[in-house]
């Protein structure tokens, strides 16, 4: 069998290297013209993620600059500390959910699958796909096509391939939210060593932390009613308004601001809740392209490993693709759903008004310290895929 992988971000790689491990063939289709790798900001790997990627022999950490981040810390934009989180579970040799930089995990991912003999095309844009007789012809805007048994969409959230697989799925819901970013130094702040700390600010949210180096990565969500335009946000002085948009909270957080370091990138956050269809004929979603998540439970990158390995396990066990998608949307939809949603309602929380304010500010340190330990996620965290297993 010759599999068709549209996408060369997180999840195209390891789809190809998992079917690799699974016996079936595969080629990359990148649209980009040459590789990529330093788009998007950074991201977490959570343990669940890291455990998907070992079943396929890949360990990303130390090779992507990952740096351990098991706990999160919640302020109060006034410094009234709220609480502690766990950010994943402890696998059991101890490995933690890891932050790393999107750029640098898609290069490792696809330096891994190279390695591993997979073949990769670049400025391959596809365009449109049919269905032939014993398989699937796929037609890229340059004009070229290429020739499968199967074509699995890792096109991510704009996914061309969930358009012609379903031309009446919903365009991504904006969640209300607009995510701008960067990194940073302010000499003498010290290393927040293992913890990402957030801020729940008077008009804006504010996440960062600190590596050993001084760099600083931080983000903020922005609550905005309407959806901006994209030309909107890229004309936007972003310094100045986030200036603004903290005047009133933690110092600290526009001292992180003013020692950005490179441009400050913004972007609007969407999601996709459900996508009625996963799987047509010979071809299937994975990853963004299905269930596309906003960043709030930091479970993108992860969720698009898992489906990659939980379909080439269908595919290798079961004894046709119709039967193979078939197991696998029935694995996957429940759970990613539930993440997409999960991540939302993070999302919704990031910003209130004075009132909703004074009310979390008091009642989110019980609340924490009531659900919110190692174990209260473990739903989304202990997700474990055993490779040996059959999927049959
Ligand atoms: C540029 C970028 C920046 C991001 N930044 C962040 C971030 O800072 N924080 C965060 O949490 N998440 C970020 N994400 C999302 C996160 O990377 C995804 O949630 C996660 O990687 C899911 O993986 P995926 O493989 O499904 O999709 P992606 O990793 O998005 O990969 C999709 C790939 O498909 C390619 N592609 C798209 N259309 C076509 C087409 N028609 N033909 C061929 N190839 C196509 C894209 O170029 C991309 O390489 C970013 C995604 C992108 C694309």
Redesign the pocket.
């Known amino acids: 069998m010759k599999a068709l992988i549209?996408?060369?971000?997180?999840?195209?790689p390891t789809m190809a290297m998992a079917l690799r491990q699974a016996g079936i063939e595969s080629v990359v289709?990148?649209?980009?013209e040459t590789p990529s790798d330093y788009?998007?900001?950074?991201?977490n790997t959570a343990s669940n993620g890291l455990d998907a990627l070992r079943a396929i022999g890949v360990d990303v950490a130390g090779r992507a600059d990952g740096f351990p981040m098991p706990r999160m810390v919640m302020w109060s934009g006034s410094g009234k500390r709220l609480g502690e989180v766990a950010n994943g579970v402890r696998l059991p040799d101890g490995t933690v959910s890891v932050c790393v930089k999107?750029g640098l995990l898609q290069k490792v991912l696809r330096e891994e699958a190279v390695s591993r003999g997979i073949r990769y095309e670049y400025g391959?844009?596809?365009e449109s796909y049919r269905t032939v007789a014993d398989g699937v012809v796929a037609e890229f805007s340059d004009g070229s096509t290429a020739a499968g048994d199967i074509l699995i969409g890792?096109?991510?959230?704009h996914s061309?391939t969930r358009r012609i697989l379903d031309p009446a799925s919903p365009e991504p819901s904006f969640t209300g939210l607009v995510g701008v970013g960067g990194y940073s130094r302010v000499p003498g702040l010290a290393p927040t060593t293992g913890t990402q700390h957030f801020v729940f600010g008077r008009k804006a949210f504010f996440g960062y932390l600190v590596r050993e180096s001084g760099e600083i990565y931080w983000f903020a969500n922005i609550h905005s009613a309407t959806e901006p335009t994209r030309e909107s946000l890229a004309a936007e002085d972003w310094k100045r308004r986030l200036t603004e948009l903290f005047a009133d909270d933690l110092p600290l957080i526009n001292q992180i601001i003013a020692g950005g370091a490179g441009p400050i990138g913004a972007h609007l956050v969407h999601d996709i809740p459900t996508s009625a269809v996963w799987h047509r004929g010979p071809v299937a979603l994975?990853?963004?392209?299905v269930h596309?998540t906003s960043?709030s439970a930091g479970q993108?990158?992860s969720m698009?490993c898992e489906d990659a390995v939980v379909l080439a396990q269908c595919l290798r066990d079961l004894p046709d693709p119709a039967s193979a998608f078939a197991a696998y949307e029935s694995r996957r939809r429940e759970r990613t759903e539930k993440i997409v949603a999960y991540s939302r309602k993070l999302g919704t929380g990031k910003t209130a008004g004075p009132v909703a304010r004074v009310f979390r500010d008091l009642m989110m340190p019980v609340a924490l310290k009531v659900f919110a330990g190692e174990r209260s996620h473990a739903w989304m965290y202990t997700h474990h895929i055993d490779w040996e297993a059959s999927a049959a």
């Open positions: 549209i996408g060369g971000g997180v999840g195209g289709y990148e649209a980009y788009t998007g900001l950074f991201l999107r391959k844009r596809l890792a096109d991510g959230i061309r994975i990853g963004d392209a596309a960043p993108g990158a698009a």
